[in-house]
């Protein structure tokens, strides 16, 4: 039997086992493979389909409530307008914008849309509408700039860009055209919202007459831009088959975690995987109501939580922090009840032990769930099942999902390891990438040729296959010869009440290779705290190597979307000031 047959019946074993959630899983690791499997199982209701001709957007679909539920059931509500859209609406707004593409545009199987908006409640139904006729998406960050967006324009072969009227001015260069989501208010340019409105919501279907070729599991469906686990920006391309994976596995976690009644709130940007799978497509699936807002702003979030009894919100480690740093100020403002929340989640970037133990502490009656994942594995790999698992282990991002298989790689051997030794982490799933669009070498690099992709990322196991996140592994800093992880080092400056926010990066040296330096955000009204006294609380707390040796003030951590670190903007900052003051010197 090979290895790879060995830990699939290793696996299907464990999933024929019944877990409860709310007991201690057993060890899911197999020593005679260096595989970790998951040890939950997916019932009949939730298993990936096989169907071959299959595509997402008919899967969403054919997941709504059915018909005398669907003209009742709310699927959206517009934070700010209070605008209400019920699963009925949605679906025929879908049938009607596709065919608009299809009929009016000559939108065809395999062309490139790109689509450049913050959220909203139209940002759903174009996501679908293009996937139901076998077009291609692409999305962007509507913050980019115009030499961001006409880069990616290019290298995704884009035929038509859909835009919010405020990013219009940035894809005029592109010589692509363009429509945009709501009606101009002068002028008789075609929308998005007049091809709802004008056409018949009629769903198309694969016919001599009408042309349409429908797609298939296999076909790409999105690209997706990422930082990659190396290099520059990159293309993700996402096949059907990834994104109806991570749909079935996503309505598996709605169910498995009781949050089937929660109402959801989106701030996470759409264009991101995180946004995009989540709340553009896979929450449709579960029949939840989500309450949606343009971009996130604290004050805001807090209002839209106490109007709409809100008890989910998936977010990001800045999103957690703003609630354990100021979320209580607002309390005596009458916003900021906080009593409906039951349930917070937590990826796209590590989640510190401190940082935890804190939002607990302020907010005792939410579930804080960490969980993992990456673009290249169309989101989230790894969860908490259960508040009990969550709590027994800070720090942890939860154990795998059902369908993924993880190994913790030597980097320097290549072999794999077992529970609570740290090496690469690589996984396999129906989820994963297809490839890098036109890198071939980057994709090479980056999946095996068995499908194992590997993550970039430093991490462990424990002995019940609960994953830790250590950090990157180009974003360790080489002290000495030693290695120190950034994100260690920003847990502990987030536990100092007069640090708001946080950032570690290298700085090169002579005589060391490369010093840690950290960027801080003084709390409001901590203008005392100095290099000094930073350096020291760090220094009491760690080893010898892994001390701050440089501390800069700003007003702002530089970030993503998504909540990521925009490491290398600091790190340029950092190092040209290292030079500088050393050409003084």
Not at 73 to 78: E, G, S, T
Not at 88 to 99: D, I, K, Q
Not at 130 to 153: C, F, Y
Request: hydrophobic residues 40%.
């Amino acid at each position: 039997m090979s290895a790879d047959e060995t830990w699939t019946a290793a696996a299907a074993a464990a999933a024929a086992r019944e877990y409860s959630g709310d007991d201690l899983p057993r060890s899911s690791f197999d020593e005679s493979t260096g595989i970790y499997h998951s040890v939950h199982q997916l019932g009949k209701h939730h298993r990936i389909p096989t169907t071959p001709n299959l595509d997402t957007a008919t899967f969403v679909l054919s997941r709504f409530p059915p018909h005398h539920q669907a003209e009742s059931r709310v699927a959206l509500i517009d934070s700010a307008t209070n605008q209400r859209v019920t699963y009925a609406e949605l679906h025929r707004s879908v049938l009607s914008l596709a065919s608009g593409l299809y009929h009016a545009l000559g939108i065809r199987k395999g062309d490139v849309i790109f689509v450049l908006s913050p959220n909203s409640l139209l940002y759903p139904t174009i996501c679908l509408a293009v996937l139901s006729i076998g077009a291609v998406l692409t999305t962007a960050n509507p913050l980019n700039t115009e030499s961001e967006i006409v880069k990616q324009v290019s290298d995704s072969g884009a035929t038509l860009a859909i835009a919010a009227p405020e990013c219009l001015h940035k894809l005029l260069s592109t010589g692509v055209p363009t429509i945009q989501t709501s009606r101009p208010s002068e002028g008789d340019e075609l929308s998005i919202e007049e091809l709802i409105s004008s056409c018949d919501p009629v769903e198309l279907t694969q016919s001599d007459t009408t042309g349409l070729i429908r797609p298939s599991q296999s076909d790409t469906a999105a690209i997706l831009y990422s930082s990659g686990t190396t290099g520059t920006s990159k293309g993700v391309v996402l096949t059907h088959s990834n994104l109806i994976s991570i749909m079935a596995l996503l309505r598996w976690t709605v169910d498995v975690t009781k949050a089937k009644k929660d109402v959801f709130l989106c701030f996470i940007p759409m264009f991101h995987i995180y946004g995009l799978a989540f709340f553009a497509l896979g929450l449709f699936c579960c029949g939840t109501t989500t309450v949606l807002m343009e971009r996130y702003e604290l004050k805001s979030m807090l209002e839209a939580i106490q109007t709409h009894k809100v008890r989910n919100i998936p977010a990001v480690p800045p999103v957690i922090l703003g609630l354990v740093k100021h979320a209580g100020r607002f309390s005596a403002g009458g916003v900021g009840d906080l009593s409906s929340l039951r349930r917070v989640s937590s990826g796209a970037a590590p989640l510190g032990k401190e940082l935890i133990g804190a939002f607990r502490e302020r907010f005792p009656w939410v579930e804080l769930r960490p969980g993992y994942g990456l673009t290249e594995s169309s989101g989230a790999a790894t969860l908490f099942v259960s508040a009990k698992e969550a709590k027994r282990r800070p720090g942890s991002c939860g154990g795998l999902i059902p369908g993924f298989f993880g190994r913790i790689v030597d980097v320097d051997s290549g072999n794999n390891l077992g529970p609570y030794k740290v090496g690469e982490l690589w996984l396999k799933s129906p989820t994963v990438m297809k490839e890098y669009l036109g890198k071939r070498e980057a994709t090479v690099e980056t999946v095996s040729g068995d499908g194992w992709l590997r993550t970039g990322d430093l991490c462990y196991f424990d002995e019940d296959g609960f994953l830790y996140v250590v950090d990157r592994i180009k974003e360790l800093i080489k002290h000495n010869g030693y290695q120190v992880a950034p994100a260690e080092l920003e847990a502990i400056l987030l536990a100092h009440p007069n640090v708001l926010d946080t950032a570690v990066v290298p700085v090169e040296d002579e005589e060391a290779g490369q010093i840690p330096m950290a960027y801080v955000v003084r709390a409001g009204g901590a203008d005392e705290l100095t290099e000094a006294q930073v350096i020291q609380y760090v220094a009491l707390q760690v080893a010898p190597y892994k001390k701050i040796r440089k501390v800069g003030f700003i007003n702002a951590i530089p970030r993503s979307a998504a909540g990521k670190i925009l490491r290398k903007e600091l790190v340029l900052q950092a190092n040209n000031k290292h030079q500088i003051i050393n050409s003084k010197l």
